[in-house]
């Protein structure tokens, strides 16, 4: 994702990650960052400062249907505002973002890095409205393509 000409979300399949496989939230945040790194969207400590963040501040949201995380960091890590989407082959446990001591098994992570601190709030308002559709979540869990779930999230944010 990253923001469009009229500010909307726009889903990049680059930065999509299909059934990706990983045991833990500091593996799934690594893997997710290396591209955002190294195409220069986010500083070399933005994994490190995201797993930080989160054991502070935990993004762990139940939804209806599952469990997601969408976890992020201060915009001083930023370079260029994108959102990275994963569907996990496994659940890995986080805490919750309404009781962090309670765990819960997340299916899928939103990993936003936004370079403007005011640009957050409007992406979090565009994702929790995604979040309202359980059957486009529940599609874009089970598909294994990238592209496929880059066109279902950019179609979702169109309607």
């Known amino acids: 994702m990253s923001e469009g000409n009229n500010g ?4 990049d399949q680059q930065f999509i990650y299909a059934q990706l496989d990983v045991d833990s939230f500091a593996d799934a945040i690594n893997k997710m ?11 070399s400590e933005f994994p490190e400062k995201v797993i930080a963040r989160e054991k502070d501040f935990p993004t762990g949201l ?12 201060e915009a001083s890590y ?4 994108v959102v990275s989407v994963a569907t996990l082959k496994n659940k890995i446990n ?3 973002m309404i009781d962090p001591k309670q765990e819960i098994q997340s299916s899928m992570l939103f990993l ?9 709030i ?23 393509d990238a592209g496929a779930i880059a066109q279902e999230l950019n179609n979702a944010v169109e309607n």
């Open 33 to 43: 960052s290396q591209k955002l790194i190294k195409q220069n969207y986010v500083v």
């Open 94 to 96: 986080v805490h919750s």
């Open 62 to 73: 139940s939804l209806s249907n599952m469990n997601i995380s969408i976890p992020h960091t």
């Open 8 to 11: 909307g979300l726009v889903f």
């Open 112 to 120: 936003i890095s936004v370079n403007d601190p005011k640009g957050q």
């Open 122 to 144: 409007t992406i979090l308002k565009q994702l929790m409205k995604l979040f309202q559709k359980e059957n486009l979540l529940d599609t874009i869990l089970h598909l294994e």
């Open 78 to 81: 930023v370079h260029k505002t």
